[in-house]
Each structure stands twice: as structure tokens, then as C-alpha cells.
């Protein structure tokens, strides 16, 4: 059984708020707005308030759907290069065979495979999809390729859930240890992080944990500068050290976020495997029940290469959570069902560009509608 009729109906919710009019007063309109009615006869107001609240419960507020609008825009941007490989091969493909047909499973079974969905994932898919053309007689092409997309959504949805929220401290500064080999984006993530935390009102501290790489350090200060958040790092000494002074001051300061960054070793599996118990303990010292969070930092273009990153690194540490970088520059976006499937952790965000704004929590549904919106109508 699949999602079907759920998938169309999620489709065109989708399209309707991507292509919605609606604009929001700016914040200038807003204060006239809220002056001209301050003189309007208060009864007048309060059935207005009240009509308006009616509506609120029932559908999404103005505010939600332009906000939505974003994030869909967001994830188009982000997805196209992914979207326009995978779309036109299924279409290609539909044009070469419109009847369901060997030939047609194996070459279907080739796209998957270079779509970085990851081999395992595919094969068990293709079973899926082939009883599916079973039992129900599918032959038509070009209605398969619904099916497919609905299949590739139950991969995700189906089975155990992992959860995409940050766990956040009861009490105290949450910490977010971000790990990755180098090169992968943890600096720049821990900068967008800072933003959309420091955006959101929480006091956040980012520490420069990678005292190995010569300008690691100063390329996270710069983050802080651009974002507006406090900044602990010192060159020289040991990523222990400057993680345990600069936990101290962040617990002293009232820090709402600590964001630690680390260099990305992973030549020697036991040596990295120390260094990051060494860091743990320390945290934990400072921080009971920290690291809140340990987020495996995956450049999305390194296909099944970050899926090996991915299961050395789950060996070595506990990895609570997937930041999947570079979506934006591949056309492998299938990686984050390999992720789920061969790797078992949650990618609780992805990164859609190099700018301040393109880290965006991960969401299913935004991702199954950027990859094949153009494939479904
Ligand atoms: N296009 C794109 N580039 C990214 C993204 N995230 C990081 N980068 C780039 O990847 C490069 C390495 O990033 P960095 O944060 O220094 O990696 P680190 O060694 O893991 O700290 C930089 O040039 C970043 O601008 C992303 O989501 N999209
Ligand atoms: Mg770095």
C-alpha cells in the first residue's frame, strides 16, 4: 500500500503556497496599519480580531505561508541540479520505453544507482516497485513514475523514525560538537548555525575546537563577527584545552548555544577515536549530559564516500544527527535516503548554498517535492 493519494495532496499543497501572492506588510505598512485601526471603533476591531482568529485556527496564517514560501523556494534553489538530472533520466527513460518492460527495470535500476541512493537501498526498491507493477498491473511508464516517487517517500517514512529536533538542554547552554573529515563544511555550518540561533534570540558562543589546521581558528572568528556571536578560540594549544576554557566562560556568560568546532583527521581511526573521548570527557566535566548533540558533518557531493565517513564515524563516536552540505552542488541529492537506509541516523539539516542563509533543517516533504515536483502535476 502506498502514500499515493497522500503524495498528490501533499503536491499540490506545496505548489499552492510556492506560487501564493501573498505578501506581507512590510514592518513601516504594518505600523500604519496598526495606528489607522487604533482609531477605528473598538467593537469594530475586537469582530475583526475575533473573524481573524477563526481563520487562524482552521488554515496557516499569512505569516506561516510566506515564511513556507521561503523554505520551498529555498529547497528548489538547492535541489535543482538533482532535480533537473533525475527528472529528465525518468523522463528519457518514459520516452524510451513507455511500457513497463525488463529492459525498462534495469536501466530504471542504473539511474537510482547514479543518483547515490545507494546499492542497497536500490535493490531492495526495485523489489518493492516490481511487486508493486504486479499486483497492481502497472504498465503504463509514465504512471510509474509516480509510483516511484511514492516509493522512494515510504523509504523514509517507513520503519523506525529518527527524529530531526536538536536536543536542547534542560537547563544550561545546549552543546553541538560538530565532527567531519576536512574540507566537508563543519566551519561554515557552525556559522549558518550561529545565525539561525542568534537570529531566533539565543545567546550563542562558537569555539574554535580545530587548533590544527593553520586559519581554522580565524576563519571561525570571522563567522562570529559576521553573526554577531561570541567567539573562543586560541591557536597552539590542544583542541581539549580550548574546548574546556572556553565551555567555562560560556557557562559563566549565560550562554544559551555553544557551538564546538573540530579538525577532520580521520587518517588514523584510533588516534581520532582518542581525541574525541578526550574531548567528550571534557565537556562532559563542564556540561553534565553534554554534548547535547554530536553532528556528523557529510558533503552530499562525495557520494558513497560519505556514507563510508558516515558508518567509520558512528564506529568511533556517538553521532547523534547528519549535517548534509553541498546539496546545492550535486546532482546526488538520493544520498539522504541512503543515509537513512545504510546508515541509520537522522539528517537533521541540509546545506543549499555557501551564503549566511542556506542551512535549512531537514524536511521530508520539502525535500520529495524540490527533487520531483517537475515529475508529478
Ligand atoms: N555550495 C556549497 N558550499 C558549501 C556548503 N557548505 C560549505 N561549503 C563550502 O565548502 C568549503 C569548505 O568548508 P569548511 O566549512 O571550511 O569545511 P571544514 O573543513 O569541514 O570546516 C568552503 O568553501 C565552503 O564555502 C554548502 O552547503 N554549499
Ligand atoms: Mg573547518
Known amino acids: 500500500m502506498g502514500l499515493f493519494s497522500n503524495l498528490k495532496s501533499l503536491f499540490s499543497k506545496k505548489k499552492e503556497i510556492e506560487e501564493t501572492s501573498i505578501e506581507l506588510p512590510s514592518n513601516n505598512e504594518e505600523k500604519l496599519i496598526k495606528e489607522n485601526t487604533d482609531k477605528e471603533e473598538v467593537s469594530q476591531i475586537s ?13 496557516l496564517s499569512n ?23 533525475f527528472v529528465s533520466n525518468l523522463s528519457m527513460l518514459g520516452i524510451k520505453y513507455s511500457k513497463v518492460s525488463e529492459e525498462y527495470f534495469e536501466e530504471l535500476e542504473q539511474i ?50 529518527l527524529s530531526d ?63 554577531n556571536t561570541e567567539f573562543y578560540g586560541k591557536e597552539g594549544i590542544d583542541p581539549a584545552g580550548v574546548i574546556y576554557d572556553g565551555l567555562e566562560q560560556a557557562k ?7 557551538l564546538i568546532d573540530t579538525a577532520g583527521r580521520l587518517q588514523n581511526k584510533v588516534n581520532l577515536m582518542k581525541e574525541l573521548e578526550k574531548i567528550n570527557k571534557v565537556i562532559n566535566k563542564i556540561i553534565p549530559k553534554a554534548p547535547h548533540e554530536t553532528l556528523l558533518v557529510i558533503d ?19 553521532i547523534t544527527g547528519i549535517v548534509l552540505t553541498k546539496m546545492d552542488g550535486t546532482a546526488k541529492g538520493g544520498i539522504v535516503l541512503a543515509i537513512k537506509e545504510e546508515v541509520g541516523l537522522p539528517v ?30
Open 47 to 59: 469582530e475583526e480580531v475575533i473573524e481573524d482568529k477563526l481563520d487562524n485556527e482552521k488554515e
Open 63 to 85: 505569516k506561516e505561508i510566506v515564511e513556507e514560501k521561503k523554505v520551498i523556494e529555498k529547497y528548489d534553489k538547492g535541489l535543482e541540479k538533482s532535480r533537473k538530472e
Open 112 to 161: 537510482l544507482i547514479m543518483a547515490d541512493i545507494g546499492v542497497n537501498t536500490v535493490f531492495k526498491f526495485m523489489d518493492d516497485i516490481r511487486s508493486r507493477v504486479k499486483k497492481e498491473n502497472i504498465v503504463d511508464t509514465a504512471y510509474l513514475n509516480e509510483v516511484i516517487v511514492d516509493e522512494l517517500f515510504i523509504i523514509y517514512v517507513n520503519g523506525e523514525s
Open 165 to 227: 529536533k536538536i536536543n536542547m538542554a534542560e537547563s544550561g547552554p545546549t552543546v553541538i560538537l560538530m565532527v567531519g573529515v576536512n574540507g566537508v563544511g563543519k566551519t561554515t555550518t557552525i556559522g549558518k548555525l550561529a545565525n539561525k540561533y542568534a537570529l531566533s534570540g539565543k545567546k550563542v558562543m562558537v569555539i574554535a575546537g580545530d587548533t590544527f589546521r593553520a586559519g581554522a581558528v580565524e576563519q571561525l572568528k570571522i563567522w562570529a563577527e559576521r553573526t
Open 252 to 258: 559563566n556568560n549565560g550562554s544559551d548555544i555553544v
Open 300 to 318: 552530499a557531493s562525495t557520494g558513497q564516500n560519505g556514507i563510508l565517513q558516515a558508518k567509520s564515524f558512528k564506529e568511533i563516536t556517538n
Open 348 to 377: 537533521k539539516f541540509i546545506g543549499l548554498g555557501e551564503g549566511l542563509n542556506d542551512l535549512e533543517t531537514f524536511d521530508i516533504e520539502n525535500y520529495i517535492y524540490g527533487l520531483f515536483k517537475d515529475l508529478i502535476n
